[in-house]
């Protein structure tokens, strides 16, 4: 279905557009000539792999793709997207300087649940429309407050008895903090196009929450602090969240009520979402990028980075299932199995799917999924606030960066390792070249020749640095 979509909104976009005097030849990119010797300690993988002369680069043409980022749902598991984020912005800070940030390079930035709450804190404006957060004060965040959202107290085979009558936790400590660092933020204040899912119980629909929407739609501009509380309502553990917003647009005085839970009902992972949002917009939409792109010819111009929040990897018998009622299937050993089977699937199935996409379309380097198999026992759980647990969460994205880099077979749908990097850091660094080459190529594309020759200038005197 995401197939068709992609591919009518293709033809749509060829159709009305002059092909012959807007398309633009689309090549692989331009390599950069390769990093001068110096001691390979001090740099970066995607500078030794230009050394080597094997520096790979993804199809399409710099400055004339749509960048994606795509968070998962996984409450605290949310610290592992955010420390693969901390290293993706420190190899962005070397390229182009200290004071650059993850929503300086993305078009999109989607999330659900935990992820939408990341989201959020990445495309933040402070007072001077810089992103209040940095990187590495998401996972601070996360560090800092997961005993306060899920206390210690409330864990344990008591929570599991509580949450038979309601929510396991209280929602104050988390509203408390979301009021404290968004304020009255609304998405449309967004830095850079944000997506956040939810799920309306009222309406039995999902609700995708985006700065495009909102800046034409008042009942799509709520605040930053209400989305999240919605996006992470997670059953069994937050409550609802029902709030009201202002809808001019149907008429005047009128209002919207939204009944929201966890966006990991609709999309845990979110990024074939974000893909149709940024294409739909791009082609029938009022989307800021259809200048340097006018028109849309495929998966050569997007570059989509998709993050997990960590693969479950509860497995069961047939033969003990068997006999499981509804109880068991709620509620296992403090576990909820079939909540845990319906996410595993829906992140499979969206992996596999966007996959396919750019494999039959030949430009598979332009799209990169992480994700880490190493989630078990008490860290699979989405509220274990423990010190320990987080530690161990964090130790296990810094082992997740260095393990091979992989992607899904179109063919079968199993995980192959990747021909053109080896670690998942090495392709998180490359991906940052192209981030850096993206950006650089949309200067040249708006600038005057003297400006243009002092953005190419920079770009070589950053490859050979």
């Known amino acids: 279905m995401a197939q068709s979509l992609i591919k009518w909104l293709t033809s749509r976009s060829k159709s009305i557009s002059d092909s012959a005097a807007l398309?633009?030849?689309?090549?692989?990119?331009?390599?950069?000539?390769?990093?001068?010797?110096?001691?390979?300690?001090?740099?970066?993988?995607?500078?030794?792999?230009?050394?080597?002369?094997?520096?790979?680069?993804?199809?399409?043409?710099?400055?004339?793709?749509?960048?994606?980022?795509?968070?998962?749902?996984?409450?605290?598991?949310?610290?592992?997207?955010?420390?693969?984020?901390?290293?993706?912005?420190?190899?962005?800070?070397?390229?182009d300087g200290a004071e650059v940030r993850i929503a300086d390079y993305f078009d999109v930035i989607a999330g659900t649940s935990?992820?939408?709450?990341?989201?959020?804190?990445?495309?933040?404006?402070?007072?001077?429309?810089?992103?209040?957060?940095?990187?590495?004060?998401?996972?601070?965040?996360?560090?800092?407050?997961?005993?306060?959202?899920?206390?210690?107290?409330?864990?344990?085979?008591?929570?599991?008895?509580?949450s038979f009558f309601g929510p396991r936790y209280t929602v104050t400590p988390l509203k408390t903090l979301l009021v404290e660092n968004f304020k009255d933020l609304k998405i449309a204040d967004a830095l850079t196009d944000v997506l956040i899912t939810s799920f309306d119980v009222k309406a039995q629909q999902p609700v995708f929450f985006n700065k495009q929407v909102a800046l034409t739609l008042e009942r799509y501009n709520?605040?930053?602090?209400?989305?999240?509380?919605?996006?992470?309502?997670?059953?069994?553990?937050?409550?609802?969240?029902?709030?009201?917003?202002?809808?001019?647009?149907?008429?005047?005085?009128?209002?919207?009520?939204?009944?929201?839970?966890d966006g990991g009902i609709a999309a845990n992972n979110p990024t074939q979402v974000a893909i149709l949002h940024a294409v739909k917009d791009l082609i029938i939409g009022n989307c800021p990028h259809k200048a340097r792109i006018p028109c849309f010819e495929g998966y050569q111009d997007l570059l989509v980075l998709s993050l997990g929040t960590g693969d479950q990897t509860v497995s069961y018998d047939a033969k003990d299932l068997a006999d499981w009622g509804t109880l068991n299937w709620v509620l296992k050993d403090g576990k909820q199995p079939i909540i845990q089977m319906l996410f595993n699937s829906s992140a499979y199935l969206v992996d596999f799917d966007v996959a396919i996409g750019f494999q039959i379309n030949k430009v598979e380097k332009n799209y990169l999924r992480i994700e880490t198999k190493d989630i078990q026992g008490d860290m699979e759980r989405l509220d274990?606030?423990?010190?320990?647990?987080?530690?161990?969460?964090?130790?296990?994205?810094?082992?997740?960066?260095?393990?091979?880099?992989?992607?899904?077979?179109?063919?079968?749908?199993?995980?192959?390792?990747?021909?053109?990097?080896?670690t998942n850091k090495e392709a998180l660094s490359c991906f940052a070249k192209w981030l850096s080459d993206e950006k650089k190529g949309r200067q040249l594309g708006t600038s005057t020749p003297a400006q243009q020759d002092l953005v190419t200038r920079s770009t070589a005197a950053t490859t050979s640095a």
Not at 28 to 50: E, F, H, I, K, V
Not at 239 to 252: I, R
Not at 391 to 396: I, K, T
Request: charged content about 20%; hydrophobic content about 35%.
């Open 23 to 95: 398309r633009t030849e689309r090549g692989t990119g331009n390599r950069q000539s390769p990093a001068a010797a110096c001691d390979d300690s001090q740099l970066s993988p995607w500078m030794r792999l230009a050394a080597d002369g094997t520096l790979p680069q993804p199809e399409g043409t710099a400055g004339k793709r749509m960048t994606i980022l795509s968070i998962d749902g996984g409450g605290v598991r949310g610290v592992i997207p955010a420390v693969c984020l901390e290293y993706l912005e420190s190899e962005l800070q070397k390229i």
């Open 114 to 162: 935990t992820g939408g709450i990341i989201s959020a804190m990445l495309t933040a404006p402070d007072a001077n429309k810089r992103p209040t957060f940095s990187a590495p004060q998401v996972t601070k965040f996360y560090l800092d407050n997961a005993t306060t959202i899920f206390p210690l107290s409330c864990s344990g085979s008591w929570s599991t008895v509580k």
């Open 222 to 261: 709520a605040t930053y602090a209400d989305v999240c509380l919605g996006t992470s309502a997670a059953p069994t553990f937050l409550p609802a969240h029902q709030f009201v917003v202002p809808d001019k647009d149907s008429g005047p005085g009128e209002t919207h009520e939204y009944n929201l839970i």
């Open 384 to 422: 274990n606030s423990d010190p320990k647990n987080m530690q161990a969460l964090v130790d296990a994205a810094n082992k997740l960066l260095e393990q091979q880099a992989k992607y899904r077979n179109a063919v079968n749908g199993e995980l192959v390792e990747k021909d053109y990097v080896k």
